[in-house]
């Protein structure tokens, strides 16, 4: 069965740096979401992308988070400057159409910044 | 506001026994509702989903969620819980703000479920 995937599954960063997660949705998606989850919070919506464009983010998406899907199958998430409060478990996910389907999740990456 | 309430923590039940994780929403118009699980180290898994039709629909592993309009809650219910069971769960409803079109979710804080043999 068709997964998606994300690496690194930890990666550990120091304030103000630059990090970029990758993620490989299942290949006949076409919708793409980043979610966050801080420990011991709600997994919170940050963005979705469609048709090579975002389509839709919520207010912690902010200038210092991209997204880009450099190639037909990678979708990667960029923080330009990471604060501490960026630390939390990232997932992506991806769906085959919006609306009524539903989005498969992967295993996500802790994102630790010191 | 669009929401989704998870009132419970924490639900402890003994194994064989019938368990209910409960979820109510907050939502403009009709809501599509989903519950995924999340095991220790693992991304979110899909369990099942209400769009419209029958009210009460079936998952995989055995759940299965009863969509209430009038009280506007989509509880996860099974009725013999394994140890396997145990794990984080978490409701979760369409993000209507574009009639769902964009297709973000809204996510309840999460219920762990606890099967004790």
């Known amino acids: 069965e068709p997964e998606v995937t994300q690496t690194p599954s930890h990666q550990v960063t120091q304030m103000g740096q630059e990090v970029i997660l990758r993620c490989v949705p299942i290949?006949?998606?076409?919708?793409f979401y980043w979610y966050r989850q801080i420990l011991g919070q709600k997994v919170e919506f940050l963005v979705s992308f469609y048709n090579n464009e975002i389509s839709e983010k919520s207010e912690i998406f902010d200038d210092q988070f991209s997204v880009e899907r450099p190639d037909g199958s990678n979708f990667t998430l960029k923080i330009r400057s990471t604060k501490l409060e960026d630390s939390a478990m990232y997932f992506c996910?991806?769906?085959?159409?919006?609306?009524?389907?539903?989005?498969?999740f992967g295993p996500g990456t802790r994102l630790t910044v010191t | 506001a669009q929401s989704v309430a998870q009132p419970e923590d924490q639900v402890n039940v003994a194994e064989g026994n019938p368990l209910t994780v409960k979820c109510t929403y907050s939502v403009s118009g009709n809501p599509y509702l989903f519950w995924y699980v999340q095991y220790p180290n693992r991304g979110l898994q899909f369990l099942l989903k209400y769009i419209t039709g029958d009210n009460l629909v079936k998952g995989s592993y055995g759940f299965e969620a009863e969509f209430n309009k009038s009280q506007t809650s989509f509880h996860l219910k099974k009725p013999s819980a394994l140890v396997s069971d145990s794990a984080l769960y978490f409701c979760?409803?369409?993000?209507?703000?574009?009639?769902?079109?964009?297709?973000?979710?809204?996510f309840g804080k999460g219920t762990k479920l606890s099967v004790k043999p």
């Open positions: 290949s006949n998606h076409l919708y």
């Open positions: 979760a409803v369409r993000d209507m703000t574009y009639g769902g079109s964009q297709g973000n979710l809204i």
């Open positions: 996910a991806s769906s085959r159409q919006a609306g009524s389907y539903e989005q498969y």
